[in-house]
């Protein structure tokens, strides 16, 4: 097993800045605001060859309320689910009050526990953590993560010798067993238990990658709810206060045989309403969020309605070429004729998009979220399949033939061929003469032709048109031998009549 690294401590002691530099990505939030973590993040790191999980979590005071105290419950459950917590305190600050809570809850629960103090950059180290010493929790590694001094000499006296010692490839009593009853049963077989495994070709394959699916939508219309439903525990903060989810959290999964990366995100509200600085990195991760996704969720609160803001999310996500699932929520307790008013509304604001299953669920109760990955499942294969060259000109053929490209001033636009030249989204490239003069009118009816003939469904497709190469542009003409003569003759005959 691979260890996990929780790091804890107070609001804003410098965790998802540790977290960035462990991981060596950006992909927690960081600025100087208390509370800007909510829910627990995954990230993968290692040192010295070793992999380990670190976990970043939202801070801790013991003065939580509303939200903060959902918060504070996530922290707690990273140090349950850690084998080992880096504590982080704060060099500048001092020793705090909750900086004592933390630490007697953590040598309550006898986990390996590496006290952090941060900050210590511009500081003499050794004065300033002279306190955190009477926390009880031994050594204190002074580090400056934003700077990343002491980061690498923490991970080498701190991580690496408790991971040398818990080693994850060390085998334990019940496996060894299960080893040597295996080798035993080989060497029934005839088979040398000690082989190497016969090599096998490594195909790349699309298919064999986890989904990455995101859930995005406005603010407050059940993104977190319907997260943690489908998880089936309480994995992000659910709070009935718009703006709880200020970062995108990436979570691993599996369902149905398949592997997936879950993408809760923070909700998007019109430019005009973003002033809070925390709000615009939410919205900047979530518009991220949708170009790193294989599949897109858009979630829309059936009580509300489809907003202007819906809308202009789904023009990113289709421009980001993303598959899409529509998601009407808070569909219990609506009554027929409200219902039925909210499927015209759909229709209506809805029409341009044709290929994407539309589910009504709700996340709270959880009725109708079983099928939202058979949606879910079909446009990821859809947007990821092969397809050769020979059944995409057929097809572009059969459309030919259906219907006669338009006349390019005087001359008919002649298709020759076409190939896959893409994938997520589907990407068809056609060649011929003068296709880049093709009116929009016929290039949609090509689309549409290909999504039918293909049976595309949850995944916007797209054509890409190439002109012909003409094998004699920028070539001089050559003359030929006879021609070269009389051109000889035509030019003394010319001087001559000037004489």
């Known amino acids: 097993m691979v260890p996990v690294v929780a790091l804890v401590g107070r609001p804003n002691v410098g965790k998802s800045t540790l977290f960035n530099r462990l991981t060596h990505t950006r992909d927690a939030l960081v600025a100087d605001f208390p509370g800007l973590t909510r829910d627990r993040k995954y990230g993968r790191a290692e040192v010295e060859g070793r992999e380990f999980i670190a976990i970043d979590t939202g801070g801790i005071d013991g003065n939580e309320e509303g939200v903060e105290t959902r918060m504070a419950a996530q922290s707690l459950l990273a140090i349950e689910e850690a084998d080992v917590v ?66 690498t000499s923490l991970l080498e006296t701190a991580l690496l010798p408790w991971m040398e010692v818990v080693d994850p490839k060390v085998l334990s009593e019940e496996e060894e067993n299960e080893a040597y009853w295996a080798a035993l049963a080989a060497k029934e077989r005839g088979e040398d238990p000690d082989a190497p495994p016969e090599e096998v070709e490594d195909d790349f394959n699309p298919l064999d990658l986890p989904i990455k699916l995101a859930i995005v939508g406005r603010p407050n219309v059940g993104k977190s709810t319907l997260t943690n439903r489908i998880l089936g525990e309480d994995r992000v903060v659910v709070y009935d206060m718009p703006g709880t989810t200020r970062d995108s959290i990436y979570i691993p999964m599996q369902r149905d045989e398949r592997e997936y990366i879950l993408i809760d995100t923070a909700g998007v509200r019109k430019r005009a309403k973003i002033s809070d600085t925390v709000e615009k990195f939410s919205v900047i991760k979530t518009l991220q969020a949708i170009e790193d996704a294989n599949v ?68 709270l109760h959880g009725s109708g979220v079983g099928n939202l990955f058979e949606s879910v499942t ?19 053929t059969m459309a030919e033939e259906d219907h006669q490209p338009p006349l390019v001033r005087g001359r008919r636009v002649k298709l020759k061929y076409a190939h896959a030249g893409g994938y997520n989204p589907p990407i068809v490239v056609i060649h011929g003469n003068q296709v880049k003069d093709l009116p929009d009118s016929y290039k949609r009816y090509l689309m549409n032709y290909f999504r039918r003939s293909l049976n595309v469904m949850g995944t916007p497709i797209r054509i890409q048109f190439k002109e012909g190469d003409n094998p004699f542009a920028g070539k001089r003409n050559l003359l030929t031998p006879n021609q070269q003569r009389k051109r000889k003759r035509l030019m003394s005959h010319l001087k001559k009549g000037k004489k």
């Open 378 to 396: 079909e446009a990821y294969d859809c947007s990821t399949r092969r397809i050769n060259t020979s059944m995409l000109t057929r097809i572009m």
């Open 86 to 151: 880096l504590f982080l305190v704060d060099a500048r600050a001092g020793l705090m009050a909750a900086d004592i809570a933390i630490a007697k809850h953590l040598r309550s629960r006898q986990k390996a526990t590496f006290l952090v103090a941060n900050k210590t950059d511009g500081l003499d180290a050794d004065s300033a953590v002279g306190d955190f010493y009477s926390l009880g929790l031994g050594e204190v590694h002074a580090i400056a993560a934003s700077h990343g001094r002491g980061v």
């Open 296 to 363: 897109v969720m858009l979630v829309i609160d059936a009580r509300e309605g489809i907003s202007d803001q819906d809308l202009s999310l789904l023009g990113f996500i289709l421009n980001s070429g993303r598959s899409l699932v529509i998601v009407v929520n808070k569909w219990d307790g609506l009554s027929q004729e409200v219902r039925d008013e909210v499927k015209e509304t759909l229709d209506f604001r809805l029409g341009f998009i044709d290929f994407a299953r539309i589910h009504f669920i709700s996340a």
